[in-house]
Structure formats: C-alpha cells, structure tokens
C-alpha cells in the first residue's frame, strides 16, 4: 500500500527544488544580460584526441578519449587545457616540465588517434590528410634579450610501423616530424624536413639521422596575438601550409615522395621550446578539424616558355648558424666520429646572429655532408677569422661521399686547403676551396683548426663558372 502522506511530502520536496533551480537560473540569466557578455564554447571534437600534459613522475600524464571528454571537471587536465567562455576558446597553457623519450622540451599538446585511444592506427602520404585550426598565441614568456619565448603550434610527425621498428631494430616506433609549425615573436615558422642522401632507400630511409632540417620558412604576415587561421593539406608527394587567406607555401619535391614510406599523425596544441623554469605560453584554439578524405589539388599546365638549360642548385644547409634547429644552432654541422661538436658564438660573426667556433685545443670540427653532381667543378666559400696568437691555421677539407672514420679522411680527401691570416682578432677574411666533385653524387665539408681557436661563417657552395 502506498502512504499517501509520505508521498504528498516528496512531491512538495521536489516542487520546491524544482521552484528554487528555476529561481536561480533566473537570476543567473539576468546576472548575464546584465552583463553583456556571450559565453561561447569552442569548436573542437576531441573524440579523435589524446593530451600529453608537462606533470607526471617518470613520464608525462597522457589523457585518451574517452576521458579527454571530460576535460572541463578532469582534476589533472583542468591547469592546462580548459575553456574560456567569453571568446569561444579552448585554452593550452604549458611551461618546462615533464618531458617524453625524445625530447628535452614539455607541452601541452594533442595528439590525433584515428582509432580512439589507440596510437597504432595512423597515415600515410598517399591517404592524405587535411588540418585546419583557428588559433592565437594571447600571452608567451620573454627571453633574456626581450624576445618572445616560441611554441610548436601545429605538427605532422611520423611513425615507424612496427614491422619497420623491427627492421632496423629500434626499441620504439618513433620517427621524425615531417612538419613543424611555430609561432615565433608574432610570425609563422614552417620547419621541414629533408633526406641527407636523397639516393637512400629501404632501411637508410627509416633512421631518424638520416634526415635533417631544411632552412624553415617564415610567413611574411605579421599575426602578433591575435587569432589566425591555419590549414596543412597532405596528399601523396606533396604538403601545402596555408596561413589564413594568404598564398600557400607549397612543398612538392623529393624529400616528400621519399616519405611516403612512413605512417604519420597530425599534432596540434603548445609544445613549449624554452627550458627556463620561468617561463610559460598560452595557445587558444577556437576551431579545429582534420579529414582524410581529400584529394590532391589539380594542377594547371601552363605553356612553359624554352629556358636554358640550368645546373641544379646544390646548397649547405645551416650555413650560417642562425637555426636554433635541434642541436643548438649546431644542426648538420656534427659528426662525431670524426671530433668533437663544433661549438657556437655570437661575435664576433660575419652575419646574422651566430658563427662557429673551434677552440685552440683542436679537438673539435664541423662536418657536414652536401648532395652534387658528378663530374662538375665547385667552388666552396666561407668567410674566417683566428685570433692572432699562438701561431696557428684553419684547415677545410673536402672528401669523397660521407666519410666517418679518421682513418678514411686521408684516402678520401679531394682537396684541402690551410688558411692562416691572423692579421686580427676579430675581422673576417672570405676564403675560396675549389674542387671537381669526380665520381662523387655526395661530398663531405671538414673544418678542423690547428693550434689557435678560429671562427668561421657564411658558408656557401655552388657550381664553378
């Protein structure tokens, strides 16, 4: 039977909950028109997303769908990724902390899993691949020079699938990022990547050494803090960045066919670049999406006007040491079978904001391996100072193809040249080594120093006339 009475109190309880509930999102609702304010919710499905997080004890706290989803009560997630209402945004916020395997920086970054909570389902260049993500970068650190800190706001990194791992007997699946896409003091900076041998095949493809950084490239929109919007499409061969309604920045070359060989997956988020304990960045997202259904763009023929024929363009790569890169400002300058890492300076330099320096102990050198024709006279210049005592000199030497042993350089030596003009400390003097590259499609630059610590610069290469 039931108790009328004890029924009668309940329905009365929930009335009046009902009444109060109804109260207060009346008066809440006023409190907001009086206000003014719109309180927006970002555009982004995270169903597809796991979130590395800068916390955690051995390695950084990861978050998979579909916990993610619950970002916005999540105790770990909420200091680092959470929505601010009054413009639709969704907050990563990061600083030097945790770190994963493969690098020295922390972030706060998503990561796409095609199949929900499972990193072992990803693409390739030939399925393609679309990201396009409205973002802004509202507050970032300073440096001790009073330039903005810089964070890595979008990537494409690659993957080894694990019959690949197992090929080459790497202990996990990670390969390089193909595409970084920085923000850095207000522009857009675009880091590729590019295969040292573009001759290589099978397993000399699949080693992270095997490819190094190209020379980036800088949107020349200014985009300071605002929001800007940002599309990657991915197609078999080929990788275009859009930077709102801007021309593209199109890669369509070797090094992109050649990486049709590994599985990839799209980044997007803070990955913080800076190692001061101080230090921290913002980044909102307002709206992001990825597709693999996308086809490649159709190409255009054009009536192509008769040209002379023109030798291609061979080039060092970091030339200058001006790229902070991976290896600070060392990078495709180290081969450590030879000697010790080249080091850096900041003056006195002959351009730019760095040089690279030898000390008199002469137990360092700076390497690197440069693509040629065969057959075809060059002519490599640089530009060089030595300190005036002790009595000393710098040697460049080129070899034949990629030399790492000591006990190779003299059989693969091409052509050395001494220089020692040690008329002053601190003034650069241009210098010239010309040689004919032979039976060589690969050439190795040596500079190595003798008795007193020497500077050098301003690096080029190209076809003698």
Aim: proline share 4%; hydrophobic share 35%.
């Amino acid at each position: 039977m039931v108790n009328i009475k004890k029924s009668n109190d309940l329905r009365s309880i929930v009335l009046k909950v009902t009444y109060l509930s109804l109260f207060c999102l009346v008066i809440a609702s006023h409190a907001w028109a009086q206000s003014g304010k719109d309180y927006k919710l970002p555009n982004i499905d995270l169903s597809h997303w796991k979130v590395t997080l800068p916390i955690g004890d051995k390695k950084p706290i990861e978050v998979s769908p579909p916990e993610i989803l619950g970002y916005a009560t999540n105790a770990e997630l909420k200091p680092f990724m959470y929505n601010d209402s009054t413009d639709g945004s969704l907050v990563f916020y990061t600083y030097p902390g945790a770190t994963t395997g493969n690098t020295k920086y922390s972030r706060t970054e998503l990561r796409e899993q095609m199949v929900p909570g499972d990193n072992n389902t990803n693409w390739t260049f030939a399925q393609g691949g679309r990201m396009k993500g409205t973002l802004s970068v509202p507050d970032i650190s300073k440096k001790a020079d009073g330039k903005f800190d810089r964070t890595i706001i979008m990537q494409i990194h690659g993957r080894l699938s694990n019959e690949q791992k197992e090929l080459i007997g790497q202990k996990d699946n990670n390969a390089p990022p193909i595409l970084k896409i920085y923000w850095h003091n207000g522009y857009v900076r675009v880091k590729t990547k590019v295969l040292k041998d573009i001759n290589a095949t099978g397993k000399a493809i699949l080693a992270t050494d095997a490819w190094g950084d190209d020379e980036g490239y800088n949107f020349p929109q200014y985009v300071g803090h605002e929001p800007f919007t940002l599309e990657v499409l991915v197609t078999e061969g080929r990788m275009e960045i859009k930077l709102n309604d801007g021309k593209p920045k199109v890669y369509e070359n070797i090094h992109m066919r050649k990486w049709g060989v590994f599985e990839n997956y799209f980044k997007a988020g803070n990955y913080f670049t800076s190692l001061d304990p101080k230090a921290y960045a913002y980044v909102k997202y307002y709206a992001l999406e990825v597709d693999h259904n996308v086809q490649a763009p159709v190409k255009v023929e054009k009536k192509k006007k008769k040209k002379k024929e023109k030798s291609s363009k061979v080039r060092i790569l970091n030339g200058g040491f001006d790229q902070a890169g991976e290896q600070e400002y060392r990078d495709h300058w180290i081969n450590k079978s030879l000697g010790g890492t080249v080091q850096i300076t900041s003056k006195p330099v002959q351009a730019g904001e760095k040089a690279g320096k030898l000390p008199a102990t002469g137990d360092r050198i700076a390497y690197q391996l440069v693509s040629v024709e065969k057959n075809k006279d060059y002519e490599l210049s640089f530009y060089y100072t030595l300190k005036t005592s002790p009595k000393g000199a710098l040697r460049a030497t080129i070899l034949a193809g990629d030399v790492n042993s000591k006990a190779q350089i003299e059989n693969a030596t091409i052509v050395s040249e001494v220089f020692d003009n040690q008329s002053a400390n601190n003034e650069y003097v241009r210098a010239e080594v010309k040689f004919n590259s032979g039976d060589n499609d690969n050439i190795g630059i040596l500079m190595a120093n003798e008795n007193v610590e020497c500077r050098f610069d301003s690096f080029q290469i190209r076809e003698s006339k």
